[in-house]
């Protein structure tokens, strides 16, 4: 089973709006944290926001939140006022035993966002 | 504040020859991650490292390819005999330490065999 499901290859926005990118998790952990990068098309990994799964509020960083549902196991992050600059992959990646020896974060296949004029 | 630093960014191997791929962590960060990324594809996890240590090469392929981190330098990803399916973009972050919530990542090295 895919640990981290990304089910929207492509997503379009008009300038301004907001949008929400889909991701849903699988663990059996307790403690894991999800991550948002984007990767715009010259290639780097940008790190958006990060969600620990003991935080109760729902993490916030500028333009970006994350919607996190515990129970339901997804962690979609919303775009604000999407601007031109935000057109990008979007990866949603999960670290699972933040407690143990595990660190390696696994990767979703990706969001292609486009933001229109 | 110099960030993960990769070299080359861009790398051209024939089928055959070898590929080294070096990454120097953020200033003070002691922990190394190697992922890869084929076309249109997510990032893979490789290979994680501790200076001197393999802590988790569960990623990593079991023939042709090998990490390091030493003591002194940057960490090396070595991949002999360079196949067409090697070619991918590779990706190095690094931590402060096991538990801490960001890795940060380098711009990659687009490894291209002809």
């Known amino acids: 089973a895919q640990k981290i499901t990304q089910t929207q290859p492509g997503m379009f926005v008009q300038e301004k709006e907001a949008v929400t990118l889909d991701c849903t998790y699988d663990t059996s952990d307790q403690s894991y944290g999800l991550f948002w990068y984007k990767q715009p098309s010259s290639g780097e990994m940008i790190f958006l926001i990060y969600?620990?799964?003991?935080?109760?509020q729902n993490a916030t960083e500028g333009r970006y939140s994350l919607n996190f549902q515990k129970a339901r196991k997804s962690a979609n992050l919303v775009i604000s006022a999407s601007q031109l600059g935000d057109s990008a992959m979007y990866f949603c990646a999960m670290r699972e035993g933040l407690g143990g020896t595990a660190s390696k974060l696994t990767f979703g296949t990706g969001t292609r966002l486009q933001v229109m004029l | 504040n110099a960030g993960v630093m990769q070299n080359p960014r861009h790398l051209v191997r024939r089928r055959g020859q070898e590929a080294r791929l070096r990454c120097s962590p953020v200033k003070g960060h002691s922990h190394v991650y190697w992922y890869r990324q084929l076309p249109e594809e997510g990032l893979k996890f490789m290979v994680y490292l501790q200076k001197e240590n393999i802590i988790d090469e569960s990623g990593m392929p079991k023939e042709r390819f090998s990490a390091e981190f030493p003591k002194e330098g940057p960490s090396i990803l070595r991949i002999q005999q360079v196949v067409r399916g090697d070619s991918a973009a590779y990706f190095c972050?690094?931590?402060?330490?096991?538990?801490?919530?960001?890795?940060?990542f380098g711009p990659g090295t687009r490894l291209t065999v002809l």
């Open positions: 969600q620990g799964s003991y935080d109760e």
């Open positions: 972050a690094s931590s402060q330490d096991r538990t801490y919530n960001e890795q940060f």
